[in-house]
């Protein structure tokens, strides 16, 4: 054996009773699991007395597509013992593209991953940037087709309905990312230009999707007013298509939707007895994380980032995206009327305008001012969500997690750091919302099953070395809405490839993600 974990408490990612054994690597898998006998010996043993061994956690939602390029480190999710994260998420990302879609895209979600001037973006298509995330990251990762940037290099960025030809077109880009090995396609449906599509559009896309064995993942219309007519509007698109269906961050958010919770899993109860494939993730804290922009009606940023600007500027205009806003409840803010006491700025794109950050919004004019100044590059934490909601919705058995980390800006939301331990620490240790077992099947063999991946989420003979051993007593995400870019505690070690990437507590060197990409097969359930 190169490695042995020696008398590791093994929760396997199944969902059954934890019990102790030995567990060998070599070659970069589990080799064997020891459970009496023998000690297994290896070139390197690490004493795992005292300590969970679990399957790497696997984040179904991350907004790290630039950052595992920028930062090889990218503590943020190792350190939490993240192994596995999902990008291209909400229908934007930057691939596929052609030169002007992607000057579009940098400006749209320079609040999301900044603008990208230290990216070099040598690539067009998904498998070119999957062949870079080869070269060596810090964590696997695997991608959805994003619909929104789709339908931008399709059909443009203009709010109308797409062509026959155009429609083609978008089933031609998805099925080549698709098949240079995407494992699904998302959408954003509260933002542009995805939420231009219609729904025989998108049920078109997921027919495409699913001859590919893959999943759809839509960030879907609303989580404010008409959430649940959001929610059944996507099962039945799915149903439709013959899709398998993946709710994005399937929260329920704003006063109007306290305590729903149970409304929405009863939708799903019902989708899932009739034998939808369905799955959801979540992250574990109430506030949102978006950008400034996203909240301003589709009408207003018809055309791009250049158009918006220039409506914004124009003061007839501006006063319009007021009214929608405060008033009626843009469709950008999910149909609710503007409580700008509950946006909390997060992060700005120019660093002259640092002064806002962490400040709450006191008014249109304030955020006309900044969206105008920052180039749309602000980012926001929005407190909008519930806690009963959260609570019931992490015990649904078709739970996953995933932190929709969004790491720019000088005040992330702790999610991006602290998702992982948080459910581990708060909700399974200090208040037992998730017995070890249920939260760790969560993180790692439901996941894994959704991504149809064979070899992955589960402590078994055979299986990937993608691993992390935890303290259950010390356990927690160090991160704070003060104090957002700590890192978490009681994860001393976390291997990718049968590769230490934390050791000790600390980072490595070591550079053992890759690109996962469709192939194999694993049903979910």
């Known amino acids: 054996m190169e490695t042995v974990l020696r008398g590791a408490r093994v929760v396997d990612g199944s969902g059954g009773a934890a019990y102790t054994a030995d567990v060998g690597l070599a070659a970069g898998r589990i080799a064997e699991i020891r459970t009496s006998g023998a000690r297994l010996s290896g070139k390197r043993v690490v004493d795992a007395d005292g300590l969970v061994l679990a399957p790497g956690f696997i984040d179904m939602h991350a907004h790290s597509d630039l950052a595992l390029l920028r930062d090889p480190a990218h503590e943020a999710k190792a350190a939490q013992?993240?192994?596995?994260?999902?990008?291209?998420?909400?229908?934007?990302?930057?691939?596929?593209?052609?030169?002007?879609?992607?000057?579009?895209?940098?400006?749209?979600?320079?609040?999301?991953?900044?603008?990208?001037?230290?990216?070099?973006?040598?690539?067009?298509?998904?498998?070119?940037?999957?062949?870079?995330?080869?070269?060596?990251?810090?964590?696997?990762?695997?991608?959805?087709?994003?619909?929104?940037?789709?339908?931008?290099?399709?059909?443009?960025?203009?709010?109308?309905?797409?062509?026959?030809?155009?429609?083609?077109?978008?089933?031609?880009?998805?099925?080549?990312?698709?098949?240079?090995?995407?494992?699904?396609?998302?959408?954003?449906?509260?933002?542009?230009?995805?939420?231009?599509?219609?729904?025989?559009?998108?049920?078109?896309?997921?027919?495409?999707?699913?001859?590919?064995?893959?999943?759809?993942?839509?960030?879907?219309?609303?989580?404010?007013?008409?959430?649940?007519?959001?929610?059944?509007?996507?099962?039945?698109?799915?149903?439709?298509?013959?899709?398998?269906?993946?709710?994005?961050?399937?929260?329920?958010?704003?006063?109007?939707?306290?305590?729903r919770a149970p409304e929405l899993l009863a939708l799903l109860d019902r989708a899932l007895d009739a034998g939808a494939d369905v799955s959801l993730d979540t992250y574990p804290y109430t506030p949102g994380c978006t950008t400034l922009a996203a909240l301003l009606p589709s009408w207003a940023a018809a055309g791009g980032p250049a158009a918006t600007l220039a409506r914004l500027r124009d003061d007839a205009t501006a006063e319009r995206i007021r009214y929608d806003l405060e008033v009626t409840g843009s469709d950008g803010s999910h149909g609710v009327p503007m409580d700008w006491s509950t946006i909390e700025i997060s992060g700005v794109g120019d660093p002259a305008l640092g002064g806002h950050t962490g400040t709450r919004l006191d008014g249109w004019p304030t955020a006309r001012r900044l969206l105008l100044a920052d180039r749309l590059g602000t980012t926001i934490l929005q407190h909008v969500g519930d806690e009963r909601n959260v609570v019931t919705i992490m015990r649904h058995r078709v739970h996953t997690a995933g932190s929709d980390g969004i790491l720019h800006g000088a005040k992330p939301h702790p999610r991006a750091y602290g998702t992982f331990p948080h459910y581990l620490g708060r909700y399974v240790r200090e208040l037992g919302v998730l017995t070890l077992e249920e939260c760790v099947a969560h993180l790692t063999g439901r996941p894994a099953a959704r991504l149809r991946l064979a070899d992955r989420g589960l402590v078994r003979p055979g299986y990937r070395a993608d691993l992390v051993l935890f303290d259950p007593r010390t356990v927690a995400a160090g991160a704070t809405y003060d104090r957002p870019r700590t890192l978490p505690t009681g994860i001393p070690h976390v291997l990718i490839d049968g590769r230490f990437v934390i050791e000790d507590g600390r980072r490595t060197q070591v550079l053992a993600g890759r690109s996962v990409r469709r192939r194999g097969f694993r049903p979910f359930g």
Request: aromatic letters at 8%.
């Open 81 to 259: 013992g993240v192994t596995l994260e999902v990008l291209g998420q909400d229908g934007l990302s930057y691939a596929p593209v052609d030169d002007d879609t992607l000057a579009g895209l940098r400006t749209q979600l320079a609040g999301w991953n900044g603008d990208g001037h230290d990216i070099g973006f040598g690539w067009r298509r998904v498998g070119e940037y999957l062949d870079l995330l080869d070269r060596g990251v810090a964590v696997n990762a695997a991608y959805l087709v994003p619909q929104g940037t789709v339908r931008a290099l399709a059909v443009g960025w203009e709010d109308r309905r797409a062509t026959p030809g155009e429609l083609a077109r978008m089933k031609e880009l998805v099925a080549q990312g698709l098949a240079e090995g995407a494992v699904g396609l998302s959408s954003g449906l509260t933002y542009t230009p995805g939420m231009y599509a219609s729904d025989a559009e998108l049920t078109e896309l997921c027919r495409v999707v699913a001859a590919y064995g893959g999943y759809y993942c839509p960030h879907h219309r609303s989580y404010g007013v008409g959430a649940l007519e959001a929610y059944a509007e996507m099962l039945a698109l799915a149903q439709e298509a013959g899709c398998a269906l993946h709710l994005a961050h399937a929260t329920m958010n704003f006063g109007v939707n306290e305590g």
